[in-house]
């Protein structure tokens, strides 16, 4: 199981040098990233991913603010959401999956009596066993929330599609044989590691700036 701090050999070493020994990644690293810094309310979070799955970010934050807006602009209590009726969710443009998702997140952080604390002395496979429990959390969600809210360097996210075509257009690769796709991918992620999250988010901006040619 990963650790949930750096491991004795990664103190110490710069993300930059040490991604910089893949040749081809070293190519589209040319500054520090922005520090990402561990948030409060870990499980809000979960629930504010979930309604943003397979939408727009734009779409994404009217939503979560309508969210929002329903408790005072006060973030709730996992009890506050339970106790929201289906049709008030409904309202604030969120489907009935979505819906249920929400409040199944919410009935297990209080059957859990899951707190931040809880989750950060996880490790990374055990943080993504644990919140896969719950129907609607996929394992993309939970690695999404241990890079951004938990800030863990070293998370893989295997299944993002960004990343998938980053890595297709940087080390050539052919995605037809979907077996030897992902060997393929988690053999060059390996070189990454320990900071394979900060590789992730280099590859997710260079996708996003690099021009069509």
């Not at 997140?105 to 990374?124: C, P, Y």
């Not at 996929?138 to 893989?156: A, H, K, N, Q």
Request: proline share 4%.
């Amino acid at each position: 199981m990963p650790r949930s701090v750096s491991t004795p050999e990664a103190i110490g070493v710069d993300y930059q040098t040490h991604l910089c020994r893949d040749k081809k990644l070293q190519k589209i690293i040319q500054e520090p990233l922005t520090e990402l810094t561990i948030r409060k309310n870990i499980c809000l979070k979960l629930i504010g991913s979930i309604m943003s799955q397979q939408l727009s970010t734009k779409v994404a934050d009217v939503i979560y603010s309508r969210f929002l807006d329903l408790y005072d602009r006060k973030e709730p209590t996992a009890q506050q959401i339970l106790d929201t009726p289906t049709t008030t969710l409904r309202g604030i443009g969120l489907s009935n999956a979505k819906v249920t998702y929400v409040h199944n997140v919410a009935a297990f952080v209080i059957a859990e009596k899951l707190t931040d604390s809880k989750l950060k002395k996880m490790g990374n496979d055990e943080v993504i066993t644990y919140l896969t429990q719950i129907k609607g959390v996929g394992r993309w969600t939970v690695e999404m929330l241990l890079m951004f809210y938990l800030c863990r360097e070293d998370v893989f996210a295997m299944d993002d599609w960004g990343l998938q075509q980053a890595m297709i257009k940087l080390y050539k690769l052919n995605p037809e044989d979907k077996k030897a796709f992902r060997d393929k991918l988690r053999k060059i992620s390996d070189k990454w590691s320990p900071y394979r999250t900060h590789a992730c988010r280099y590859l997710w901006s260079w996708k996003d700036n690099e021009p069509n040619r």
